[in-house]
């Protein structure tokens, strides 16, 4: 299959107006096998739900009457200031929604200020995106996220070409030590199309087989002999010079240790309830993993923004900048880096104005206190 159902676009049609009219436009151009593959979580999907429904049940309660002349979206994250709060969260096999993939978004991002996260099983080589996202002068962070490979030797491999490409952060999932239950993408039988791959991880040497004894779990026993631990994690420090940030934390004690561990950020992550179904929402769970580092490191937080105000909630609630995934995508199949693009600025003009609505002129005056839980609503 193509991951293709229509010609590719490289307009956005004028009836888009918001990143919900991106989605519903995706649907019409993506066939069922990427539709399954972007759209779609593990099992009920309840955590996919629960993600964006969680945003809409904290309320706004704005202030009014401030001076708000000389507003701005600028924040500092390792080391670099930011345009504004929004990065581009990793997600694979992009060229299943346009023939461009990540260098379409790569190009966008970059003309656009935010921080782009490229995904290990991206379906573009990781210098190619890097050349592009540097040679912009306006350009937001770049980081590579990375899975740890059976083969240490060939993760070693991949972060060096990381580092000498010019990314500036590791971004490690953690949240993945399998694939989640993904039933939508069974019903359409997902599968990669000719000429679609994690090019990145070509070379990577295959898992050495060893026989199940009766009785063993082809799982535990199986995939996850090898499965990443913290120690890992420490190890990954120690062969990197780049800073590292873990992604798919839920739990305070997970961020009391990657605290402890000295790692440079946070990302409270659900996988986009993608892996484990029924897991807390990331809004419900990002101010405990806030409270529980004390402003030690940075806290970013994905799943579920879709609107300029889902943005200031966050950063309400103690995040220091968000990732969007999904609708990026959807851009992308949608018009290419110009979808991309729209999309990106539509969530910073949204901001903007809800920020100017609540008398915030710059990140540093939002707080919770302009959040309330909506009545009946539940954590």
């Given at each position: 299959?193509s ?8 307009t956005?049609?004028?009836?888009i107006?918001?990143?919900?009219d ?16 972007f ?20 309320q ?38 346009h023939p ?7 190009h966008?991002?970059?003309?656009l ?15 190619a ?27 070693r ?17 953690v ?16 599968r990669?199309?000719?000429g679609?791959?994690?090019v990145?991880?070509?070379?990577l ?14 799982l535990f ?44 950020g ?19 769970a990002l101010?405990?993993?806030?409270q ?7 806290v ?10 889902d943005v200031l909630k ?12 999904r ?8 018009a ?24 915030c ?19």
């Open positions: 299959m991951g293709r159902a229509t010609a590719v676009r490289q956005v049609p004028s009836s107006v918001s990143l919900a991106h989605e519903s436009h995706a649907r019409t151009v993506l066939d069922e096998n990427a539709w399954a593959y759209a779609g979580g593990a099992a009920d999907e309840i955590t996919l739900r629960a993600n964006r429904s969680a945003w809409d049940a904290l706004l309660v704005p202030r009014v009457l401030q001076p708000l002349a000389g507003g701005h979206t600028r924040l500092q994250l390792l080391g670099r200031t930011l345009a504004h709060p929004i990065l581009l969260a990793p997600v694979a096999y992009q060229k299943l929604a461009d993939g990540e260098i379409a978004t790569a966008a991002a970059a003309a200020g935010a921080g782009m996260v490229l995904s290990t099983q991206a379906s573009v080589p990781l210098e995106v890097a050349r592009i996202v540097l040679a912009d002068a306006g350009r937001g962070p770049l980081w590579f996220q990375l899975y740890l490979q059976h083969d240490r030797g060939f993760t491999e991949l972060v060096q070409r990381a580092e000498q490409a010019g990314y500036e952060a590791l971004v490690l999932t949240d993945a030590p399998t694939s989640g239950a993904r039933d939508r993408e069974r019903r359409a039988g997902f990669l199309p000719p679609i791959t994690a990145n991880l070509a070379g040497p295959p898992v050495p087989a060893e026989a199940l004894q009766a009785g063993q779990s082809a026993d199986g995939l996850l002999r090898q499965n990443p631990t913290w120690a890992d994690v420490e190890w990954l420090q120690s062969v990197t010079r780049l800073p590292v940030l873990i992604k798919g934390v839920l739990h305070e004690d997970d961020a009391r240790q990657a605290a402890r561990l000295g790692l440079a946070i990302i409270v992550s659900n996988h986009g309830g993608r892996t484990l179904d029924t897991t807390i929402s990331t809004a419900c101010p405990d993993i806030v529980a580092v004390h402003g030690s490191l940075p970013l937080v994905d799943g579920g923004i879709r609107r300029g105000t966050a950063i309400a609630l103690g995040a220091t900048a968000v990732l969007a995934g609708p990026c995508v959807f851009g992308l199949a949608n290419g880096a110009v979808g991309v693009a729209h999309v990106l600025r539509l969530l910073r003009d949204e901001l903007e104005i809800a920020m100017a609505l609540c008398a002129a710059e990140l540093h005056q939002v707080s919770s206190a302009l959040l309330r839980q909506k009545p009946g609503a539940g954590t």
